[in-house]
């Protein structure tokens, strides 16, 4: 028992009067990713017709059991005297199981059965958004420890239905790209969290990366992503930034550094020596790095001794 895919010819002829139900996707918007479509009594009876448009696979099932996989659009016929037949090779390593005949029980006379087909979107999903939940502490080469935060949008789509339909959405037929988000969007900020704290780069250097970062993250999970049959396609980090209090301390380094630029050596020593008592006293205040009560303590003494050595000078 199976779909056959119908011959033009025969639609007009032999099988015109013979169709029984219509079985077509209801997708009423962009963000539905799955919808079951069944017949009243769920039992889709022989020769009924099931059409398939492109971007679309359909999953025919039985009591739970797969039976059917169509990713070729065009329209089909049930021939209850086939067995399933599978359009794409990528479904090879199903099994033998799906290939057998269907089988109905009979109890007191009446046949039990479950039949649908779940239609799947197999078009490529954009403008899904994502953001840190919370900015990671990275020891920076340039700026020592600091908190930067990233967002941005990806897109996705799913590449293998069977997978997403055994592992992820089971019996499932509203199922919407709202639904996926919430499984996909912790892989890819974990995924970003790690490629930054991985990549040794300044944070002024990261933010001219963020091309390099969406390709990683990209490359990096899609083995993890095949268990549930889904590949993120692109992936762009819109913004990466730290607090404004950290920002607000980058800016008044900065500006000493630009002024150590343009004074005499000796006056130039004297900034760069303000410059290290600002970084530490940055640290001091900063409740959320690692190792800033020490650094505290050691603000007054260590400022005092760079100063008692310039006057020896």
Known sequence: M?????????????????FREVIKSNFDNQ???????????????????????????????????????????????MDTSAPGLFQTNIFKGIGQTFLETMKRIAYEGEVITEQAVYFVSMTEKLGMRFQLEKPILYKDPEWG????????????????????????????????????????????????????????????????????????????????????GVEITKLVVTAIDVPEEIRESMRERTGIKMKATSVDEKEADIYAKLNKAEAIKDLANNPSNAGSTIMGMNVGNTFAGMLKEDDKK
């Open 31 to 77: 963000n539905r990713l799955i919808t079951k479509v069944t017949t009243p009594n769920g039992v889709i009876t022989d020769q009924s017709r099931l059409f398939v448009e492109p971007g679309e696979c359909a999953i025919f099932t039985d009591n739970g059991a797969i039976k059917d996989i169509i990713t070729e659009p065009g329209m089909y016929f």
């Open 145 to 228: 420890p600091i908190e930067i935060g990233a967002a941005g949008e990806y897109a996705f789509k799913i590449t293998n239905p069977m997978n997403l339909l055994t592992n992820v959405t089971g019996a499932d037929g509203d199922f919407t790209t709202e639904n996926l988000e919430e499984t996909l969007r912790p892989y890819v900020t974990a995924g970003i969290a790690t490629e930054i704290s991985n990549s040794g780069l300044s944070f002024d250097t990261i933010s001219t990366k963020q091309d390099e970062l969406g390709m990683k993250v990209i490359e990096d999970t899609k083995e993890k992503l095949e268990t549930i």
């Open 2 to 18: 199976g779909f056959i895919k119908s011959i033009q010819n025969s639609v007009s002829g032999q099988y015109k009067d013979q």
